[in-house]
C-alpha cells in the first residue's frame, strides 16, 4: 500500500504539524519506504497469537484511596505546574481565543 | 598517583574510602576533563556546581563515618532525566529552557546514594537515533577515529551518544543511559565501554521524558562491568509512581558477581548470522563463544525464528507510542509555544510542532499516526504486537536450553557522521541485534571485546532471561577478563 501526499497532509493534520508542500513531497517518499519495509510482517502466520500487552508480567496496582497519598504528586501545586507554561496568567494556562 | 579521571568507578569509590584522595579533587579533574572537551559536544548542560557540592558532601560523610554507596562519584546524566532546576530538553527545540521542578526517580536515587551531577549529556532527539545525529544541539563527537590516516568524524552511536562519549573520552567515570531499541547498548559497543538494559520494569520510569513506554528502560554505561552493576544497584528499584515498575528486591549484584561460568549453558541463535556481514563482526563473536567456554560454559545453538521480524515490529510499535506520548507538546503546558500572528488554538499546536520537533521525531510521529489510524490499526499495530508476542516466545522458547544468549551488539563498527543521516532505513538497521531484547522486555549489556581492523571498537551483546541480570553480568565479566580490552581514544580535542 503507497500514500500519496494528501494522505501525508492527512497524517500531519491528525498529528498536528504543520507541514509545506515541499516537506509533504519529501515525506511521500520516506514514509512509503518505511511502510513497504514494515509490510513485511504482513507474511508472519499470527493465527491464535494475542497481541502483547505487557512485555514483563505485572499486576496493576491501586494506590490508597487518599488524597495526597503521594505528596511530590499530589494537588496544591499548581505555581509547579504553571511554572514552565509559556503563557500562564491569573494561575490558569493561557491559549489563544477560541472560536468554533 | 594514577591520573584521578582513568579510574573506574568501584576505584574512585574505594580509593576515596581509604583516604587516597579527597572526593572534591576528583570532582574537580572531571569538571576539568569535561571543561576541555567542547570538541566533542557530549553535555548540553555542564553542573560543576552541583558535582562539586556532592563532592563535599562526600568528604564530610567521610568524615563523619557515614559514606553511602557512590560517595564522591561524579557522574554524567542523560538529558532525557528531568533534573530538579536543571535545564532538560530531551535534545529537542521542544523543551529548550524547561526547568524541571521534580527530579526522576532514577537520578534521585543516584543523589541519595552519593553521587554528584557533572553535566546533562547530549543524546538524539527524543532519543530517537542511532548516531546522535538527531540532536537539535549538534551532532556528538566520538572520541575515536579510524586508522586509516584519515580525519573522519565518527558517530559516538545512539541515542546515549553524550554518555558513550563522556565516557571513553574520561569526562566522566559513568553516566546513565535509556535504552529503547539499543540506545544503551549500541553507543557503548562503539566507544569501546560497557552498557546494561536492566529487565524492563527495574529502573523507574518516572521523570524519563517518554518515547515509547512499553520499551523505554532506563541503564548504566560505565567502562567495566563491574561499575555497570554498582550503578545498576543505585538505579533500580521499586517505585510506586510508575505502573511498570517491578516490586522486586534489587539484589547485590556487584558482591555476586562471579566470571566462572561452569555449569553454564550459552546459547548462539543461528538467525543473528547475517549474510554479508563484516567479517571483523563474526570473527568477534567466534572468538567470545571461545571466551565463554574458556570460562567453563557450555555452548549450543540455538534458534529464534521470528529475528528477521524484530525490526519492523519495534518501527511500528516504537513510533505508535512516540506519536501518543509527544501528543503532549503542544505549546500550552511547558515547553516551546509558537504562536503566529492572529492565530487560533489549532494553529498554535500545529505550528509549534513543527517548529519544536526535528526530523526524525516528525518522520516518527507520522508513522506512528498513520498506523494507529483508522482503517490500518488491525493491518499494522495489531499485527505489530503479535509479532511481538511471537518474538518474546522465541525467547521464552531458546531460554529452556540456555541461561544466556551470546551475540554481536550492533552489525558494524562506528560509522562516520552523515554517512547514514540520508537513509533512515539503514539508520534503522544498526540496531538489527539490539532490538529484539527490547520487544521482549529482556536484560541485555554490551561489553567491548575487539578492535576491528579499522582501530575500532566492536561490542558483544548478552542477553538474557528476564530478572537475571546477575546472569548477564556475569557473562559479560568473563568476556571482559578473557577480551583484556584496554585500548582507548587518543586524546586530539
Known sequence: ?100 | MTELTNLTVAQIRDGHRAGDFSAVEVAEAFSANVADAKALNAFIVETPEHALSAAKAADADRAAGTLKPLSGVPIGMKDLFCTHGVQTTAASHMLEGFVPRYESTVSQKLWDAGAGMLGKLNLDQFAMGSSNETSYFGNVISPWKRKDGGNAALAPGGSSGGSSTAIAARLCPAATGTDTGGSIRQPAAFTGISGIKPTYGRCSRWGIVAFASSLDQAGPMARDVRDCAIMLENMAGFDPKDATSLDMAVPNWEAALSSDLKGKTVGIPKEYRLEGIDPDIDAMWDAGIAMLKDAGATVVEISLPHTKYALPAYYIIAPAEASSNLARYDGVRYGLRDLPEGAGLQDMYASTRADGFGAEVKRRIMIGTYVLSAGFYDAYYTQAQKVRTLIARDFEQAFTSCEVILAPTAPSAAFGLGEKMADPLAMYLNDVFAVPASLAGLPAMSVPAALNREGLPLGLQIIGKAFDEQGVLDAGLAIEERAGFTARAEKWW
Open chain 1, 1 to 100: 500500500m503507497t500514500i500519496d501526499q494528501a494522505t501525508v497532509r492527512k497524517i500531519a493534520s491528525l498529528a498536528r504539524i504543520a507541514i509545506s508542500d515541499a516537506e509533504a513531497a519529501a515525506m511521500e517518499g520516506e514514509l512509503n519506504g518505511i511502510l513497504g519495509w514494515v509490510e513485511q510482517l504482513g507474511e508472519v502466520d499470527v493465527t491464535g497469537v494475542e497481541p502483547m500487552t505487557a512485555v514483563i508480567p505485572n499486576v496493576l496496582r491501586l494506590r490508597d484511596d487518599v488524597i495526597d497519598a503521594d505528596p511530590l504528586t499530589g494537588g496544591g501545586r499548581r505555581d509547579d505546574v504553571l511554572a514552565n507554561a509559556p503563557a500562564a496568567m491569573h494561575g490558569f494556562f493561557g491559549v489563544p481565543k477560541v472560536i468554533e
